[in-house]
């Protein structure tokens, strides 16, 4: 994958403090499916170019899938033409810029200037014309070259590759978010799992062209892979000015929460140390309270030993992505009782949560007001009254590890509150000897020596 970025904006190397990127030294990324580059082969005070080359590993791309939505093989044209992967690596390298924010020029960040993009091979099966009507409203002046299928049996016929020329006179992150939005549009697919986030992103990054755009309905329809439900939605808040609804502030954590500890994985730790508490509690039947989009479900289907598994959530939403991902109609006859979702409140007694060897309640209790925790402890604990409960919440001292968090915020906005870890230790021991448990505490991620693990777990017996 290639993408350029020049400007003759003198001085033209000032593209550097906008990228955030230094002009004089090859930068590389890791990247979960390969490796990114970043280099500049122009730089002068007439004319500037940055370089981004992105070397994906098939291989890494298909094994590292969890969401059921793997490539079929690893011989395909991920690695080679620009797709949804672009747009993450822009994303996760230009994130500053992508946001117009440039702390050595922060007013060149704001100001349009001359720039060209140049793609190679990107991939638009709907034709040149598609790409003009994609990028041409926004204006830019497009140049796209179609490429021959095979140069050398010309009588197959072209492609569905082209390599495109894009210029305009912009600030920079007009370009990075038209190119973030409409990339993936022109590959009408993706290379992960598409639920609810995807429509934050959309808006957020169309937020100042998309609702003006006279291919709005086709653009929203095809970054969202055509799932009717997200699209209606986006389309709704695109005209009504983004009102959010109350599905969508309920599961908002996991899109926040994995955007802010993606550096560390921290997610992926706490659902394999979940995964690995149950297998030592040795429970047959799983009942996970605010399951989401069923993640940790999702782990817990591949190990034979738990035998009955259940999700519950308040959010219809999230309970519908969860049975497209656990892909619960396709589960072979024998298997189809094993797993069942529930939709149910944490605050309201419920027959149906009884009966269980383990409740996991995994970054869950942070999104409940304080008042109503007496409440969920009297349900759970109480009523409920699994014979092990696991439950994980964040350590707020962790949170100043996090650069991009601003001091004295929590981790995301719908957090009601953060407990350090004296704090969380008195209210689980105070909850065990009320209802008769005892209980036992493991840091999940790596431990700070001043501050502690950004997740703490415990674990309740009885």
């Given at each position: ?5 020049s ?23 890791k990247?979960s ?11 002068s ?20 899938r ?19 992967l ?18 050595e ?50 009588q ?26 409409l ?27 998309l609702?003006?755009?006279p ?21 709704s ?5 983004g ?12 899109t ?26 040795g429970?047959?039947?799983?009942i ?24 519950l ?7 519908d ?12 006859e ?20 009884q ?29 409920a ?16 590890k996090?650069?991009?968090l ?20 008195n209210?689980?021991?105070r ?32």
């Amino acid at each position: 994958m290639l993408l350029t970025i020049s400007t003759t904006h003198q001085p033209a190397s000032d593209l550097g403090y906008l990228l955030y990127k230094n002009p004089s030294q090859v930068q590389s990324f890791k990247l979960s499916c390969g490796e990114a580059r970043v280099f500049y082969p122009e730089n002068s005070d007439e004319k500037c170019t940055m370089a981004l080359v992105v070397d994906v590993d098939p291989i890494a791309l298909v094994r590292g899938r969890r969401d059921g939505q793997a490539l079929d093989q690893y011989v395909n044209d991920r690695p080679y033409c620009a797709s949804s992967l672009l747009s993450v690596v822009i994303a996760q390298i230009f994130s500053s810029a992508l946001s117009g924010k440039s702390r050595e020029r922060p007013e060149l960040a704001q100001t349009a200037i001359p720039l060209e993009a140049n793609i190679a091979a990107l991939r638009c099966s709907s034709g040149e014309k598609f790409l003009r009507d994609l990028f041409e409203p926004l204006g830019y002046e497009v140049s796209a070259e179609n490429h021959l299928l095979d140069e050398k049996f010309p009588q197959w016929g072209l492609s569905s590759y082209f390599t495109v020329s894009l210029k305009a006179t912009k600030k920079l992150s007009e370009l990075l978010n038209h190119l973030y939005v409409l990339i993936p549009v022109l590959d009408d697919q993706k290379h992960y799992w598409v639920g609810d986030d995807e429509v934050e992103k959309l808006l957020r990054h169309g937020k100042d062209w998309l609702a003006e755009h006279p291919m709005h309905k086709t653009i929203v329809k095809r970054y969202l892979l055509h799932y009717r439900s997200l699209a209606d939605e986006a389309l709704s808040r695109l005209t009504d000015g983004g009102e959010i609804n109350a599905d969508e502030v309920e599961r908002k954590h996991a899109t926040e929460e994995a955007a802010l500890e993606a550096r560390i994985s921290l997610n992926e730790q706490r659902m394999n140390t979940t995964v690995a508490t149950l297998k030592a509690l040795g429970g047959k039947s799983i009942i996970d309270l605010g399951c989401g989009e069923g993640n940790l479900l999702k782990l817990l289907m591949k190990e034979r030993e738990f035998e009955k598994l259940v999700g519950l959530d308040v959010s219809h939403r999230s309970l519908d992505i969860a049975e497209k991902r656990l892909a619960l109609a396709e589960l072979p006859e024998h298997q189809k009782g094993r797993v069942k979702l529930m939709q149910g409140s944490l605050i309201y007694k419920d027959q149906r949560m009884q009966g269980f060897d383990v409740a996991t309640c995994i970054e869950v209790i942070e999104h409940l007001d304080s008042y109503r925790l007496s409440t969920f402890e009297k349900v759970l604990f109480g009523a409920a009254r699994p014979k092990a409960i696991v439950l994980t919440t964040p350590n707020i001292e962790y949170n100043c590890k996090f650069e991009s968090l601003p001091a004295g915020q929590f981790r995301h906005k719908d957090h009601r509150f953060e407990w350090t870890r004296l704090e969380f230790k008195n209210w689980a021991e105070r909850v065990a000897i009320e209802y008769k448990y005892s209980v036992e505490f493991f840091p999940v991620g790596t431990v700070d020596d001043t501050v502690g693990p950004p997740t703490q777990m415990a674990v309740f017996k009885r």
